[in-house]
C-alpha cells in the first residue's frame, strides 16, 4: 500500500513542492541542513523516514531534513522552551508541538508569525477548515499549521449495540438510560460491564462533557464557573453515575493501559471516551472480537456535536535563522500538503485534515478500510480550537484533580468544587 500510495501522488507532490510564486526573501539560496525536533515514536519510524526522504531527495533547492526524537509533548515543550531562552543558535528550524501549547507559545513569542510566508507561496490555508486555522492561530496571526488532528470521540462495541438494542446517546440527558442498559453486572452486584469509562487522566478526554452542557474552566471574560449551579448539577450526575456502577473515571499512572484493555481484552467497557487517533489501534487491538463503533460525545441539543481539536501542531521558532526559516517552511508546506497529510494520517490513525481530499480516489479507499473514521472526519466542521488563554492548561489540571477528588475520594462536591474556583481565580490573576 504505502508504495503505491507513494507512486500515486508523486506527480502532486513534486509539483506542490514548486513554489507558487517567488519572494526574494523567503527563498531558498543555497544548500542547508536543518533540525525537526517531533514526538513520533518507534511504531511510526518507517513511515516517517518515508516522508522525510521523498521530501529530502525530491526538492531542488538543497534542504535536508534531519529528524529528532525528543520525547512527549511535554518533553519537547520543556526543552524548547529551554532553547528559546537560551537564545539563537539553539533551537531546531522545525518543531512538533500538542494542540494546547500554541497559545502560550504565541502569548511568549516563540514561533515565526506564518502569514508572510503563505502570502508569498500562496499557500492554501482555507483548506483546513476555519476551527483548524483558529486553532493554530494566537491574536490573529497564523503561528503554527494542523499537523496531525484528532478529535474526542467515543469508542464503543458496536456488535454489542447492534445485538441488545443499545443506541449510543445524543444528548447528556439520554446517557441515564444509556447506561442502564449497557451496564452489565455479576451476581454479586459489582460490575461486569461499564457502560462508559471517562478517560480522567486527562481533561481533554471528559471537558466536552461539560462544555457542551454550558460549563468551562475559562471563561472568555478570564473568570472561571466551575463551581456553577450547572457544573454542580453535573459533576453530581456523573458522581451517580460513578457509584450505581455504570462508569468510572480512569485516573493517575496506567490509567490509559487500565482503560484500553477494559475494553478490547476484558470487554469490560462497553464504551470509552478517547482521542480520535487511537481508531487503528482500538481495531487492531479488538480483532475478531467485536466489531468498533465510533461516535461524537453527546451535549445539550443532539445536534451541533462541538469537539476540541487535538493532536499537534507544527511550527518554526522565531529564533530561527532566516535561512532555516526558508528551509523549514519549504518542509512546512510538504508535510501539510493534502497529499502527504492523507498518507500520515491514515499510517498514524489521524485523520485528515485538508478538504480538499474528500472524493479524491485516495481518500475513497482510505474510508473503505477504515469506515467509522467517517464519522468523524463528516463532522469535523464542529472542532473548535482549544481554550485559548495562556494559564487554561494549568486551570485545566486543577479541575482534573479536584474531580478525582470527587468521583474517587468521595470529596464533597459543591465544597471541592467552590475551592476549586478560588485556585483557578488565583491562577487566571497570576496570568
Known sequence: MKKLLALILAALMLASMVPAMAATEYDVTEPITITWWHAH?????????WMVNKFNTENNMGITVVPQYIGSYTEINTQFIAADAAGTGTVPALVTCNTSYPAGYGNDGLCEVLDPYIDAFEYDLEDFGEGLIASTSFDGEQICLPYLISTQCIYYNKTAAQEEGITIPTKFEELDEFLAKATLFNE???TKRYGLVFGGWDYWYYEMFYKNNGVQCVLPDGTTDVNSEKAVAITTKIKEWIDKGYAYYAYGTGASTNMRELFWTDMGAFAVSHTSSMYDTYVSKVGDKFE????WQPNSDGESYKSEVGGSAILIPAKASQAEKNAAWQFLMFMTSPEIN????????YFPTRQSVEGTPAYDEYLQRKPEMKNIVSMAQ??????????????????????YEIFNNNAPIQATLDQLAVEITETLADN
Request: aromatic share 14%.
Open 188 to 190: 454479586d452486584g459489582t
Open 382 to 403: 464542529w472542532i473548535n480550537p482549544r481554550n485559548q488563554h495562556p494559564a487554561y492548561d494549568a486551570c485545566a489540571n486543577l479541575w482534573r484533580t479536584a474531580l
Open 342 to 349: 492523507l498518507y500520515w494520517a491514515d499510517k498514524t490513525g
Open 292 to 295: 468498533v463503533g465510533m461516535a
Open 41 to 49: 515514536e518507534g511504531a511510526y519510524a518507517d513511515d516517517m523516514e
